[in-house]
C-alpha cells in the first residue's frame, strides 16, 4: 500500500510513524503522551491491531487489567495473525494467574513466530506455576536452543531443575551462567538466590546462606531471598531467625502466600498462639479484594477446629474466587462435620460441576456419604476418584470404607490386614552388635532434629513432634546406617507379594523402589496419632526406636499403633481390625491406602520412630 493511501484522515505512513512515536514514548515511560498518539490512530482506524495491542499494552502498564485484555483480545480479532498480541495477552493471562489460557496465548504466538525465545520462557514459566515442571523444563530447554547465553532462560530453567530435586543440575547451569551476568547486577542477583535455593536443596545451607547473603547485597530489596533464608534458617534448627526472616518478607512483599503459609505453620509449631494468623488479618485489611488470602486463612481455621470461622472465610473466599473449587470443597467437608449433611452435599456437587475431573473434590464427596450413611452412591464416588487418580492411597482408602459400610467383600479382598501388615525384625547396622545400643544411639541423635515445640498443624500427630525435611539422605549418619536395613526389608516385603493384575497394592509391584517421604515421630504423654492414610506412597511403616513402659498394658493397647479405623465415625462395630504391639527395633510395614493410627498413652517416657512411604521405581 503506497503512503498517500487514504483510509481516514491519516495515511498509512502517519499511522506507521504516530505507532512507532508511541513505542518510543512507552519505553520512556511517558504513558499520558504515548496514550495521546494511539488514541489518534484508533480514531482514524479503530480495527488497527498494533494500535490496539499497544494500548493493550498501556492499560496493562496502567493496571487497568479487564480494559488491557479487550485491547489485546480485539487486536487478535483484527489480526489473528500478529503473534505480539498473543504474546502480550499470554503476559496478562499469567499474570492474572489465569495459567492455562495464558499458555495457550503463548503457544498461538510460537505458532506465528516459533523462534520466539520470549515465548518459551513464559510458557516454561507459566507450566511451573501449573505444577508442570517436566514440561516447563521442555519448553525452557528450547528457548535455551534459539538463545544459549540468555541469562532470564538460564534463570529459569535453575528454578525448574529445582522443583523436579535436581539441584545439582540446577547448580551447574547457575555457576556457568554467573561469569556472563557482570554486567548486568540485578540478573546476577536472581542468579545468586537461585543458587541459595539449589544448595538449600543439596542441604548446603552455610553455602545457600551466603548466596542469598550475595543476592541480597546487590539487591538489598529482595523479598523472595528473605523468604528462602527464612526457609534456609528453618532448616538450621533457628526457628526464631525464621520467624523473623517471614516477617520481613512480608512487609515487602504482602501477597507473597507462600511466606504467610510457611510463618503462621512456625507459629504454631512454636505454639506463638498470640500471633497465629495475625499476618493474614493485617494484609486482608490491606487487599480485601485478593480471595486466596481469605481461602488460605480458612484452611488454618480448619485445622485447627474452628469450623464456625472457617465456614464464614470459605464462604468469604467462594465470593472472591467464583472459579475456584476449594472454597466449596472446604464448605462440604465442615457441613459433614457438624452434621449439616443436605448443605454438605450440596457444596460437594457445587464443586464437582466446577471440577469434575478433581479426584480429591470426589474422595472428600465419598467421606461425606459415608458419614452420610449413603454407602452406594459413597462407593461410586470413591470410583470416579480412583478412575481419575488410579493411585491416589485416599480415593482407595475411601473406597474400601465405603465397600465395608455395605458389607461388601471387596474391602477384606483390598486390606486384608493379617498378610498385608507385616512385622520385621531388623539387624543391627553396620558397627553395632546389638539394635538396643544403635536405637539408644540413634534416638540421642534425634534429639537435635525435634526442636519444635509441638506437631505440625496439618499433620496427623498429636501430643509430639515430627521433623519437616526428609530424613532419609538427608547426611544423618546413623539413619543412613538404619536405611540400609530397611531396604532389606522392605525388599522382602515386596518379594513376598503375589502377582495380582486387579488389586491395587499387588499390581504395582516392582522390585526397584523408592522413598517418597521420610521423617521422625516422637509422641510425649497422651500423644498419638490420628487415623488416616498416605495419599502419595504405595508402602507405609513405623519403625520403632524407642517405646514407653505403657505398651505393655495389652487391654488398653496403650501407644499400639491400630489398622482399619477411619479418622470419622461411620457406623462400624469394630472399626479396628488389628492392632500391634511396638516394639524397638521392629519396622511394621503396609500399604498406603490402609487406615492406621496410634493409641494414646499416659507416660512421661516418649515414644520415637521413623516413618516412610515407598513407592516403585
Known sequence: MSDVAVVGVLTDAQVQARLQQAVNLLNQQQVVAAEAALASVLVDRPENADGLQLM???????????????????????????????????????????FDEAVSSFREALRLKPNYAEAHVNIGLSLQSLGQPEA??????????????????????????????????????????LPLSEREPRQAAALLHNLGVSLKLQRRYPEALQALDEAQRIVPEMPTADYNRGNVLQNMGRLEEAVEMYRRALSRQPLNLLAHRDLNHLLYRLERDDELLRSYDDVILLYPEVGQLTLDKAQF????GKYDEAREHFERAASLLPG??????????????????????????VALKMEPDNAHAWVNFSETLIRAGDALKAVRAAERARAIAPEDQHALAMWGLALRAMGDARDEWLNDYEEFVQVFELDPPEGYSDMESFNRDLNVYLNQLH????????????????????????GHDPVERLRAQIDKAVAAYIGRMKEEAEHPLLRRRHPLFQYAASWSSRLRDCGFHTNHVHPKGWISSAYYIAVPEAVEDAREKQGWIKFGEPAFEGGFKEPVRRAIKPAPGALVLFPSYMWHGTVPFRSEQARTTIAFDVVPK
Open 301 to 304: 481455621l480448619f485445622f485447627l
Open 136 to 177: 516447563a523444563e521442555k519448553a525452557l530447554r528450547e528457548g535455551l536452543r534459539m538463545q544459549p547465553n540468555w541469562l532470564m532462560l538460564k534463570q529459569a530453567l535453575s528454578g525448574v531443575l529445582n522443583d523436579l530435586n535436581r539441584p545439582e543440575e540446577a547448580e551447574r547451569v547457575l555457576r556457568g551462567a
Open 324 to 349: 475456584n473449587v476449594m472454597p466449596h470443597d472446604g464448605l462440604g467437608l465442615i457441613f459433614a462435620r457438624t452434621g449439616q449433611f443436605d448443605a454438605a452435599i450440596r457444596e460437594h456437587e
Open 451 to 474: 526442636s519444635d515445640r509441638r506437631e505440625n498443624i496439618d499433620q496427623t500427630l498429636r501430643g509430639g513432634t515430627q521433623t519437616v525435611e526428609n530424613i532419609f539422605g538427608a
Open 56 to 98: 493493550g499494552t498501556l492499560r496493562h502498564m496502567q493496571g487497568r487489567m479487564e480494559e488491557a485484555e479487550k485491547f489485546y483480545r480485539r487486536a487478535i480479532a483484527a489480526n489473528p495473525e500478529l503473534p505480539q498480541a498473543h504474546f502480550n495477552l499470554g503476559n496478562l493471562l499469567r499474570g492474572l494467574g489465569l
